[in-house]
C-alpha cells in the first residue's frame, strides 16, 4: 500500500523499525520518523530534523519502544564523510591536508556531482557532528519558526563547508567557524518571529535575480518588511555576536554581513564596491545563492539536485548579474572536472 504523507511517498515495506534508545540525542535525523495510529502512519519527525531530548523523552514518557523510519542517509557514506573530516583534522602536515582535501573533493564530486542515487543528508549530518558549536537553543528555535529556514540553514552551512575546502582553506577551526556563520546568516528574517510569506517571496526574488527581492517589497510599501530584508545581514551578524563564545574567531561571523553585497555596488545593506570586498567576504555566499528558499524534503536520491543542479542554475546567472562569486564558480568547476576525471585516486596519493 502506497502512503503519501506531508509531501512524502513510502510503501509499508519501506518502513524499518528502529529502537527509541538507538535514535540519537542532539542529531540530525537520518530518516523520516513515523508512528501508526489505527493503520494510519503519523509522520513525527522529518528526515534532516534535530533530534532534541524533549522529543525522546515524550515517548519514552509514554512508553513508546519503538518508531518507523524511512531511511533516507547512507549510514556508510555518514562514516565516510566522518572519517575524512577526522584525517583532515588529524593531518599534521600540510601535504598531508592536501591530499585528504582532494580525497574529500573526489568523494564528493563522485556522490554529488557525477552519480544521480546518494543524499545529501549524509553530508548534511557529517558536517553538523563535526562543525555546528552553536547553542541548541539556535538550531531549535530555527526549526520551530521556519523549515524553509531549517532546511536552508543547513544546505547552506554544508556547501560553506565545501566551498572552504575548494578554496584550499585548510584550518578546520576557521571551516568551522564558517559554517556557524552561514548558519546564522539569515536567522534574523525569522529566528524571534515568524518568517512571513512575503519576506519569503522577496529572499526568493532576490536569490534568482539580485536586485528583484528588494524592488518586490519596495513595490508593496512595507516599511518594516523593507527594512527587515535590507538590514538583515547586518540584524543577523548582531545576533551572531550573542554566539561569540561558539566561534574559535569570532570576527568570522562578520562575513555575515557581507552576504548580499554586490561587486557593481548595487548589494545590500552598505552598497560595498568591488575593492571593499575581499574574497574572503564572499565565503557565504556561494551556498546562499545555490540553495533555494523552500522547504527541502530530504530525499534518498537528492545530492545531484542539490549541489549540481542548483549549481548550474547559478552559473546562468552570476555571469548576468556580477555576483562576486564568479572566481568561487571557477573554483567549484574545476574540481568538479577534475574530481571526475581522474577516475580513481591513487593509493600514494591517499592520505
Ligand atoms: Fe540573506
Redesign the pocket.
Known amino acids: 500500500m502506497d502512503y503519501s504523507v506531508k509531501g512524502i511517498t513510502f510503501t509499508r515495506d519501506q518502513l524499518e523499525l528502529v529502537r527509541l534508545s538507538e535514535i540519537v540525542e542532539n542529531s540530525i535525523s537520518s530518516g523520516h520518523l513515523f508512528t501508526f495510529v489505527k493503520e494510519r502512519p503519523f509522520l513525527l519527525l522529518r528526515a534532516g530534523d534535530f533530534v532534541d531530548q524533549d522529543f525522546l523523552e515524550k515517548y519514552q514518557a509514554r512508553g513508546v519502544e519503538s518508531l518507523y523510519i524511512l531511511k533516507v542517509s547512507s549510514e556508510q557514506d555518514l562514516r565516510k564523510f566522518k572519517s575524512l573530516f577526522t584525517k583532515f583534522k588529524t593531518s599534521k602536515t600540510e601535504l598531508e591536508k592536501r591530499r585528504v582535501k582532494d580525497e574529500l573533493i573526489k568523494v564528493f564530486a563522485d556522490d554529488f556531482w557525477k552519480h544521480s542515487d546518494k543524499s545529501f543528508l549524509s553530508f548534511v549530518q557529517a558536517c553538523f557532528e563535526q562543525f555546528y558549536n552553536l547553542p541548541e537553543e539556535v538550531v531549535t528555535s530555527l526549526q520551530d519558526s521556519s523549515t524553509t529556514l531549517y532546511s536552508r540553514a543547513l544546505l547552506s552551512s554544508s556547501l560553506s563547508v565545501m566551498n572552504c575546502v575548494i578554496h584550499s582553506i585548510h584550518d578546520l577551526n576557521f571551516v568551522s567557524d564558517v559554517y556557524n556563520a552561514a548558519f546564522l ?2 536567522c534574523s528574517l525569522g529566528m524571534k518571529e515568524d518568517f512571513s510569506y512575503f519576506l519569503k517571496v522577496a ?1 526568493e526574488k532576490e536569490r534568482s535575480v539580485p536586485g528583484d527581492g528588494i524592488a518586490f517589497l519596495r513595490n508593496r510599501s512595507d516599511l518594516d518588511e523593507l527594512i527587515k530584508f535590507q538590514e ?2 547586518n540584524l543577523s551578524a548582531d545576533l551572531a555576536t550573542k554566539y561569540s563564545e561558539s566561534f574559535f574567531n569570532p570576527e568570522v561571523s562578520e562575513l555575515i554581513r557581507f ?2 553585497e554586490r561587486a557593481d555596488g548595487t548589494g545590500f545593506p552598505n552598497g560595498y564596491k568591488y575593492s571593499a570586498i575581499a574574497e574572503s567576504d564572499t565565503l557565504l555566499m556561494f551556498g ?1 545563492y545555490v540553495t533555494p528558499f523552500e522547504e527541502h524534503i530530504f530525499k534518498s536520491s537528492d545530492g545531484k539536485e542539490i549541489v549540481k543542479e542548483n549549481f548550474m542554475r547559478l552559473l546562468r546567472q552570476v555571469e548576468k548579474s556580477q555576483l562576486p562569486i564568479k572566481n568561487s564558480m571557477d573554483l567549484w568547476q574545476q574540481a568538479m572536472k577534475w574530481a571526475i576525471n581522474i577516475g580513481t585516486l591513487d593509493q600514494s596519493e591517499v592520505a
Open positions: 546568516m539569515d529572499c538583515h545581514p552576504h548580499h546562499d
